[in-house]
Each structure stands twice: as C-alpha cells, then as structure tokens.
Nanobody, 121 residues
Framework: HVQPVESGGGLVQPGGSLRLSCTAPGFTSLTCGMDWYRQAPGKQREWVSSISFTGITTYADSVKGRFTIAEDGAKDTVYLRMYSLKPEDTAMYFC???????????????WGQGTQVTVSS
C-alpha cells in the first residue's frame, strides 16, 4: 500500500522559497509517477506539477519557472521546490501517486493528507 505523506509546508513571506516533500515508501519500485495539487480556501483543487514514471516533468502555467519538481529514488521522495512565492500560492498542497495509464501498471492511486503553505507578510 503506497501512501504518500507530505511535509515542509509553513509560513513564508512573498518572494520567499519553500521545499515540500512527498514520501511514499515503495513507490519507486512500482510504475508510479507523482503529482502535486493545491487547494486554496473556497476554490477547487488544481493541478500544480507532475513527474512521470519515466522522469518527465510538467508544470501548470501559474507556477512554471518558479517551481521545480524532482525525485530522489533512494528516499522514495518527490520534492516540490517553490521560489518567488506569491500570496496567491497560499493553499493546502497535496501529492498523489500517478498510475501508469497503460497495461502493466502496478501503481495504486493514493492521495496524501496535505501540507499547508501560507504566503504572507
């Protein structure tokens, strides 16, 4: 059972940076990618970034050039490095395992509980 656990959230000033971690023991031995989503109060959950099973990274336009996703296979952890943070980045950030969308998938789809990021002066 591959259950993601997020950490690293907190309060940061505008223009600051933060690194979120998503640890899911065993996910790198399966056909899993990993996604980051966020949800601000009163808004729908939105996709932020993904790293595929093959290592391809993608970003939402709103964070492109400011956020970087990376994987440490030895630690079964995916990081989301966030730079030049803005108040509109304030949200609960969630990670989710991303199953391979083809035959041979071994990855279950599971959400983490989230970590809060608040950007405020």
């Amino acid at each position: 059972h591959v259950q993601p656990v997020e950490s690293g959230g907190g309060l940061v000033q505008p223009g600051g940076s933060l690194r979120l971690s998503c640890t899911a023991p065993g996910f790198t031995s399966l056909t899993c990618g990993m996604d980051w989503y966020r949800q601000a109060p009163g808004k729908q959950r939105e996709w932020v970034s993904s790293i595929s099973f093959t290592g391809i990274t993608t970003y939402a336009d709103s964070v492109k050039g400011r956020f970087t996703i990376a994987e440490d296979g030895a630690k079964d952890t995916v990081y989301l490095r966030m730079y030049s943070l803005k108040p509109e980045d304030t949200a609960m950030y969630f990670c989710k395992t991303h199953p391979l969308r083809s035959a041979g998938n071994t990855c279950p789809e599971n959400w983490g509980q989230g970590t809060q990021v608040t950007v405020s002066s």
